[in-house]
């Protein structure tokens, strides 16, 4: 769906994106995360045809964006703060949504009205509270009916309940349309439960870019407790990524394949072995530790 | 797969047009006040079916007046439809659109222009129908109003939306506006002050007689094609206007050029296209240097600097010029660490004046050869001895005597006296001080301008070949170039032409008095008897002393008026025109000599002596 090859943009002499690549695959939902400065926003201005490539190519559904209606017209963007006209309502702006996507769903703007009770449809949207003016943004954004959706920092401002029924309504969508999200937050918590695929960002380049299914099967952190106090001689092979210690209760994050790992384990003789689930924050840790400063910062 | 390019977006336009309703509802309701309800307004008072058509037929009159609404309501539309270029959300959100660059701009400009245009349709209909139910309709002058308005709104818009484009700050934008409506003339007013301090000859229009400056400052320009000539009409150049709005045409497409290649990351800079960022940088640091100077002289109230305090001022105010220029550029205060941009300017301002200082190009040496001189339009001697019928000597092509290589070798050797004053002796008080301007067309096909002003001249340099004062005095015994001077060698219609003296006194009760009109038969003797008087070197005399003048001028002044019989009266001024003998009439008018016998004989033999005194200068 989304093909990013060889990106760059500088700003004044910064170089904002220095030969970005990534690839998300169509019906994905693709996070992107990064510090503050790291290009996240940039990269998605690409990906909308907001801004034009100093060099190299964003393609989606291989086709260049900028400057190329028929793309844009299946792709809806929300920044982190989402521009409205400043007099206009919610009602004012899906008018003029309507006018500019030809997919755009009046029925869906109707049967959308019952998921975001506390929008007033005709109230300026500048009067409404923040998290308010992102519930009308992706009720507009909804009923757009995109192949595509940007979103940067998507549910900063929301509450809880409100954040899991947006969630709940992309999945929605991402299910039955098979639509692609691309989501932009420097908070991989929130990423975790909603994203399939991650990419990380760091001083305008994609460092890491896997399925979180294969993040997860390549790491496997493991509790295991001998008689002895010390950890007894690890068998060799084994590619051990972090050792801790708490009495006799040892902890090994190691990366590999989970039933080859226990295999080895269990010549050693453990008093109990078990496999616990890795978060992804600190898959990421893990993963990246002392590839660079800034992600390890923008993590812990 | 590229898409085909629409240019228009009726959601766009419609948006623009809902939007800013207040802009368009306020330029309406203004024309609204002055034409159709200022015309119920006139018929409510006056219940006269002639003055309603009289306001009918001078409905394009308010042009001037519209001038300055399109300048404003110009720009105002341009920052309205194109707002979205100056903040950064709006920025992302309307490029996020579906819609190519060119449906974006042409969408929003023609919504912009329709705020403007369409207030004039609906005021020309409006007001035509209130003419109609009157029965004074004029289409005429309507139409003419409606074309004049258009077009003046169509060049002030697009070239709002033309320095729009080059701005990423919505505050910057009426400033950048105001700033390139003015800047030739305004480069003009310093850098001729800057340069004229160091080439003796260098003046306004040196370069090229003020037409770039006229063309490049519009609403003088506009405002001079739409003034007033003698009464009648305002729009004395209508091919300006077309020019104006055809070059804002072209200034629409440069926009669109610009905006194509416009980065989006820029809304919110001072400068938002990177090529010009040099320019503005150092066109500000140019522009602070210059004005700046000026300022500070103006303030202690210097008023002939040395030349050295003036480089000193000049560089050092480009230097803060050339800072606060990259301060708003970088958006930060820390910006003197670019220290080599402002010693290179300096550096260049420095080689300039010396280069000015010693003439590298030899500017105050060139004095063309008679054989190389084709005709000197515009060329002029003022600061003469006022003698009523004006205080200069013009040597222009208009008389087409200047041509004469006797009369062009005695400019040239004016020239030449100029060019060699000596710099200890310009700016010294003479018995009298003369402005002179030479302006020769070259057989080359170019131009050589040189202006001097507050030239000294003196009574004892009369007679000594070379002065200045020796050769003004030459050009001053041209009897034929006088006589071109005040128009003595005009045929004035007979059937129309009367004669009257200004400035006597009335003989009953010693007051100063006009004899009004005299008859014809006297007017059209006194008219060959000033022509005898002229051909005998007794009246029409330009004097360069004042003293000389006083000697031999009374104060009255004799003056002959008369009609072109072949010039065409609109409709409505011929009523205005037959009550008023003064009306669009051509006039001559100079100084009563004592020795001007012929004149002052018909004056006796008609009486006119008789009621009035002539007072001696």
């Known amino acids: 769906m989304i093909k990013v090859n060889a990106l760059t943009k500088t700003f004044d002499g910064f170089k904002a994106l220095d030969a970005l690549s990534m690839h998300a695959r169509p019906g994905s939902i693709y996070g992107l995360v990064g510090p503050n400065g790291a290009g996240k926003s940039t990269l998605l201005r690409h990906v909308t045809g907001i801004y034009q490539p100093d060099s190299g190519t964003v393609l989606v559904n291989g086709e260049r964006v900028y400057e190329n209606p028929p793309v844009k017209r299946k792709i809806f963007f929300i920044p982190d703060d989402p521009y409205h006209f400043p007099s206009a309502s919610t009602r004012d702006m899906m008018r003029f949504y309507q006018g500019l996507y030809p997919q755009f769903s009046l029925q869906r703007y109707e049967a959308l009205q019952a998921a975001f009770p506390d929008v007033k449809e005709k109230m300026p949207i500048r009067r409404l509270s923040r998290g308010m003016q992102k519930q009308s943004a992706f009720w507009l954004a909804l009923c757009c009916q995109p192949e595509l959706l940007v979103l940067d920092e998507p549910v900063d401002g929301l509450d809880p309940v409100m954040r899991r029924q947006v969630w709940s309504l992309l999945m929605g969508d991402v299910a039955q349309r098979g639509m692609t999200v691309l989501i932009s937050s420097h908070n991989l918590r929130e990423l975790e439960d909603v994203c399939d695929h991650v990419g990380i960002l760091s001083h305008g380049r994609v460092l890491l870019e896997r399925s979180l299914t294969d993040l997860q099967d390549n790491i496997v952190k493991i509790q295991l407790a001998f008689p002895e106090l010390d950890l007894p001689e690890l068998p060799e092979g084994l590619n051990i990524l972090h050792t801790s210690q708490l009495g006799r209760v040892h902890t090994l994050i190691v990366r590999g394949n989970l039933e080859i790992i226990q295999g080895r384990l269990s010549t050693l003789s453990p008093l109990f072995m078990e496999a616990l689930p890795l978060s992804l924050e600190e898959i990421f840790i893990y993963e990246l530790g002392g590839e660079d400063y800034a992600v390890r910062d923008i993590i812990l | ?617």
């Open chain 2, 1 to 617: 797969m590229r898409s085909g390019t629409s240019f228009f977006d009726f959601t766009i336009f419609n948006k623009n047009i809902q939007r800013y309703w207040p802009l368009w509802g306020a330029y309406l309701f203004i024309w609204l006040l002055i034409l159709p309800i200022n015309l119920m307004f006139l018929n409510r008072r006056l219940w006269s079916t002639q003055d309603m058509l009289e306001a009918a037929q001078t409905v394009h009159e308010t042009l001037p007046l519209g001038l300055y609404m399109a300048f404003v309501f110009g720009l105002g539309a341009a920052m309205m439809v194109f707002g979205y270029l100056y903040n950064s959300r709006a920025a992302c959100m309307t490029h996020a659109l579906p819609l190519r660059r060119e449906t974006l701009f042409w969408s929003s400009y023609l919504a912009g222009l329709a705020f403007l245009i369409g207030p004039h349709l609906l005021t020309a209909l409006i007001t035509l129908g209130i003419e109609s139910l009157r029965g004074v309709a004029a289409p005429e002058s309507l139409g003419v109003w409606l074309l004049g308005q258009s077009a003046m709104c169509l060049f002030f818009y697009s070239f709002a939306v033309f320095c729009g484009m080059f701005t990423g700050n919505a505050l910057a934008l009426p400033i950048f506006y105001g700033i390139l409506n003015f800047l030739v003339w305004y480069l003009r007013e310093t850098i001729v002050s800057y340069v004229a301090q160091f080439l003796h000859g260098m003046g306004y229009g040196t370069w090229d007689r003020g037409i770039l400056v006229q063309w490049c400052t519009p609403i003088l320009n506009l405002s001079g094609a739409l003034q007033r000539d003698r009464g009648v009409t305002y729009m004395n150049r209508p091919e300006v206007l077309a020019i104006y709005a055809a070059a804002g045409a072209v200034l629409t497409v440069l926009a669109l050029l610009v905006y194509r290649r416009r980065h989006m990351e820029s809304a919110g800079d001072v400068v938002a296209v990177r090529v010009v960022r040099p320019v503005f940088q150092y066109g500000v640091a140019i522009s602070t240097g210059l004005l700046g100077t000026i300022l500070l002289y103006i303030f202690w109230g210097v008023s002939n600097p040395s030349n050295v305090s003036l480089v000193v001022g000049v560089i050092l105010w480009s230097v803060a010029g050339y800072f606060a220029a990259t301060m708003l550029l970088d958006k930060t205060f820390r910006v003197f660490h670019k220290w080599k941009g402002a010693a290179g300017l300096a550096v260049v301002i420095l080689l300039f004046s010396l280069a000015l200082e010693f003439d590298v190009l030899g500017f105050e040496r060139r004095v063309p050869k008679v054989e190389e001189i084709q005709s000197v339009p515009f060329s002029s001697i003022s600061g003469l001895n006022f003698d009523g019928g004006g205080n200069s000597l013009d040597l222009d092509e208009y008389s087409g005597l200047s041509t004469d290589s006797e009369r062009l070798e005695k400019i040239t050797a004016l020239h030449h006296a100029l060019a060699n004053l000596p710099e200890d002796q310009r700016d010294r008080l003479g018995d009298n001080t003369i402005s002179v301007n030479l302006d020769y067309s070259l057989r080359s096909g170019g131009s050589l301008i040189r202006r001097y002003y507050s030239v000294p001249v003196w009574k004892a340099d009369r007679d000594v070949p070379g002065t200045v004062t020796y050769c003004v005095e030459q050009l001053l015994q041209d009897r034929e170039l006088l006589r071109y001077n005040y128009g003595l060698n005009q045929q004035p219609d007979a059937g129309t032409m009367w004669a009257a003296l200004e400035n006597v006194v009335d003989a009953k009760t010693g007051s100063y008095a006009s004899t009004g009109a005299l008859d014809s038969v006297t007017s059209r003797r006194l008219w060959e008897a000033v022509q005898q008087d002229f051909d005998e070197g007794t009246i029409g005399i330009r004097y360069l002393f004042s003293e000389e003048a006083s000697a031999n001028q009374y104060e009255a002044r004799i003056y002959f008026y008369w009609r072109d019989p072949s010039e065409d009266l609109p409709a409505h001024k011929r009523a205005a025109a037959a009550a008023d003998p003064y009306y669009k009439a051509h006039q001559i008018n100079l100084l009563l000599t004592r020795q001007a016998s012929h004149t002052l004989a018909v004056l006796e033999e008609s009486g006119v002596l008789d009621a009035y005194r002539l007072e001696e200068n």
